[in-house]
């Protein structure tokens, strides 16, 4: 890992180089930039203001709508959930927007198949009870494989 760090820390220090050269930014800037940008999205950190988690994170999500907006990049409810995660992840931190949203989901209303407005009802209890989907559906999978691998022996 100490390598790998210094081989990002010589193309930092390459890229700023050069930028300087061009006469865009130096390594001073570089490195204002990073500290602006933490104390600005951090505020709970650095301000040691006392709020709760959910405040903070909803003041969190504020500063990023905030800096998109100034950027001229306009952003729907959904936009900064990764679709890319799993599909019971992904259907828990859509339901949690929704509720954020203060909206409902009525699944009944939704035209999905059986087995798929299922499997979100189970999501949307899982939500309801703190549990993470992935973890309940990991732990019990392990549970199961254990089982049967200690009936095979």
């Keep these: 890992m100490l390598e790998e760090l210094g081989d990002l820390l010589y193309q930092i220090e390459f890229h700023a180089a050069i930028a300087e050269q061009e006469g865009r930014f130096t390594m001073a800037d570089v490195a204002r930039g990073i500290n602006d940008k933490l104390v ?3 505020p709970h950190v650095f301000a040691r203001e006392d709020k709760s988690i959910d405040e903070l994170v909803t003041d969190w999500e504020a500063i990023k709508r905030a800096e998109k907006r100034s950027k001229g990049v306009t952003e ?5 959930i990764p679709t890319s ?3 019971l992840s992904y259907a828990a931190a859509v339901l949690k927007k929704i509720e954020k949203l203060g909206l409902t989901r009525d699944t009944t209303a939704l035209e999905v198949p059986d087995l798929g407005r299922s499997l979100l009802d189970l999501v949307a209890e899982c939500r309801r009870r703190g549990i993470d989907p992935e973890v309940a559906l990991r732990e019990t999978t392990n549970l199961l494989r254990a089982s049967i691998e200690s009936a095979l022996d």
């Excluded at 729907?76 to 900064?80: E, I, K, L, R, V």
């Design 40 to 42: 600005r999205r951090h």
């Design 85 to 87: 995660s799993g599909s």
């Design 76 to 80: 729907g409810p959904f936009d900064n």
